[in-house]
């Protein structure tokens, strides 16, 4: 039975104890468990292992004279953690700021439970699929932390790093030679001095250009047979 490492940081003792049994009838409804711990402030949350966390559920009003949950959830990401964060909350005009922190939802107060279960059906598939490390992504106004494997390719344009994921590209700053070495190991590859592929998203050659997607790169001469021996290493021959 799969488990997944939950945090709740809530400042109601009522309301985390609700959230918990949540997780309890949705675990014994989709055959999972959830290992739970609570918190009741957010200070607490961060000096723990947060790294490990699969999913993170957080209060944005945590109480008066302590850390909200949106300053909170900005230091969990810088610290590399990519887990699943839900933010907690009566005010719906707190959304855009999950943005900046890839929360993947809100759960507005009340919380129903038939809406929470299609949310965790949701971040459940996305941690199923999920492989990789941690990228950290200085991007113009913070911090940015996506999982390797959701990175299609990362091109130089200007001075700024290109990251091409499913759903978005991020313009961030960097040097490409740094991100290669940081994602040696990852399946990464140069196909020209100004592009890095992931390997698992090649679909095709045609002649000197790699198809990723509906997209296609030209493949450098001076890198072309670098290229082709990581694709048929990575192809098994």
């Known amino acids: 039975m799969k488990q997944y490492l939950s945090a709740i940081i ?13 997780l309890e009838r949705y675990g014994g409804e989709h055959g999972c468990s959830f290992k739970i711990r609570t918190f009741g402030r957010a200070e607490a949350f961060l000096a723990s292992v947060q790294g490990l966390y699969d999913l ?38 707190y959304a855009p700021s999950g943005y900046d922190v890839d929360a993947i939802d809100y ?26 490390v941690p990228v950290k992504i200085r991007v113009k106004d913070g911090l940015r932390v996506v999982s390797s494997a959701d990175i299609r390719y990362i091109e130089v344009m200007g001075h700024d790093l290109m990251y091409h994921t499913e ?19 990852q399946d990464f590859a140069r196909c020209s001095a ?13 002649g000197d250009e790699v198809s990723v997607g509906s997209e296609r790169i030209r493949i450098g001469r001076s890198r072309k047979k670098e290229f082709m021996t990581r694709l048929n290493e990575y192809l098994g021959g």
Do not use: H
């Open 194 to 206: 100004s592009v890095l592929v992931n390997l698992r998203y090649v679909d095709g050659l045609y």
């Open 56 to 93: 993170v559920f957080m209060d944005v009003e945590l109480g008066d004279g302590w850390m909200n949950g949106i300053e909170a959830a900005r230091k969990l990401r810088a610290k590399g953690s990519m887990a699943m964060l839900f933010f907690i909350t009566n005010m719906p005009q």
């Open 107 to 132: 759960c507005i107060k009340p919380i129903n439970y038939r809406s929470l279960s299609v949310k965790l059906d949701k971040a459940l598939r996305i941690l199923a699929n999920r492989s990789g």
């Open 167 to 185: 759903d978005e590209v991020i313009t961030a700053y960097g040097g490409l030679k740094e991100k290669e070495e940081q994602l040696a190991g």
């Open 10 to 22: 809530e400042d109601d003792p009522e309301y985390s104890q609700y959230l918990v049994q949540c």
